[in-house]
């Protein structure tokens, strides 16, 4: 019988990953205000209470993290508590969020924290939002005033999460997100500020913490053609990718936003980056279709041979996550980070061998001597999940909305062994993921 065991090295981070809006409660911001509008939100969901975070049961949850064995989390400090009012600043707020990461130092979980997760103040929303141009220097006013309150317990930032999504879901014409418009020029001024943003941020953060190390959170989604050496779909997955995913992190390479067949120069932006955060759950296989413009030419669809979620939101497809630390290694060369990964999956089915195999591909990856920091699994606990509102179930620890019950499922004590023994074994997988057993310990 096969015994391996694949250890991780020393210090490695084992986290999940929360944000603000899915998780506190009772925020008031463009999403709030989003979520009144009918039709928004699947089943006319709101955020409502979510986690109850604000009302105090980040502690309750901190406590499962840290007994499960996790020795990191990252969380995001929501804008609009901090800056409630363009002309008005609540410290208190800050000083909520010191406590929670105080409260991470007691367990001895590293911090690793965002400073805008998709949402935004009322204030800002009013003015335009992100196309403002002085969205980025508010931005950065903002992140210099967290940064000061918190540095005492943290010194791992993530300026921006997922600025790709946070483009594409509102500017070009998909609808789910606030401000939900369709708009070529809007989405490009918007990803140029953001940019904009991230290097404000980035230089902020170093002027008070020159120890901190700082990168933005980057939606990576494999795009792989139906059909090898199809020289059509080649082009429109090549299309996809370079204009989803790596648009936003070439300009903190290159200082030049190249962006839906535009271009625009953003020299500040330039080697903003001190690790690449990467966050990874699916890939698509790519067919041409002539008549799509609008998609680049594409249709999508998952890899016929991977398994699927509730809704065949997300495909089990592993081997996406090497690929993509593959080739972030050789096009950064910088230490990366896994900062979120995971499966809407109430019943907890898939979601033990989706774990088992994509850390088994973060392993592969450290293999070769790619410096690979940590892996945050999305997420802690169920929280609501945008314009799919609480149709979708990502946490280990499950949560009723209503009670605000928590309900443990199997993948958490899966989670507790890797994190325990800082290794995926042979005796775990067996336990909680034997359907992961033919991939990672084939006799
Ligand atoms: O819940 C989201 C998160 O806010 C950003 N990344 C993807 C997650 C799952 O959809």
Redesign the pocket.
Known sequence: MPTATYTFPNGFLWGT?T?AH?VEGKNINNWSFWEEQPGKIIHGDRAGLACDWWGGRWTDDFDRAAEAGQNAHRLSIEWSRVQPAADRWNDGALEVYRDMLRGLARRNMTALVTLH??TDPLWLYEQGGWENPRAPEYFAAFVRRAVDVLKEYCSLWVTI??PN?YVYNGYLGHGEFPPGKNDLGAALRVMANLARGHALAYRAIHALQPTARVGF?L?YRGFRPAHAGNPLEAWSANALNANFNTSFIETLRTGRLNFLFRSVSIPEARNTQDFVGL?Y?TTDEVTFHPLRPGELFSKRRPPREAPLSEGGFIAHYPEGLFDLLAWAHRRYQLPMMVT?N?I?DAEDTLRPRYLAEHVWQVWRAIQWSWLIKGYFH??LVD?F??E?GWS?R?GLWGVDPITQARQRKPSVDFYAAIAHQNALSYASVAKWAPDALPALFPE
């Open positions: 990953a944000a899915q997760h998709f999460n997922e999504v959170a939606h966050n759950y979120e995971g809407n999305w997420s929280n999940e945008w799919r979708q990502f």
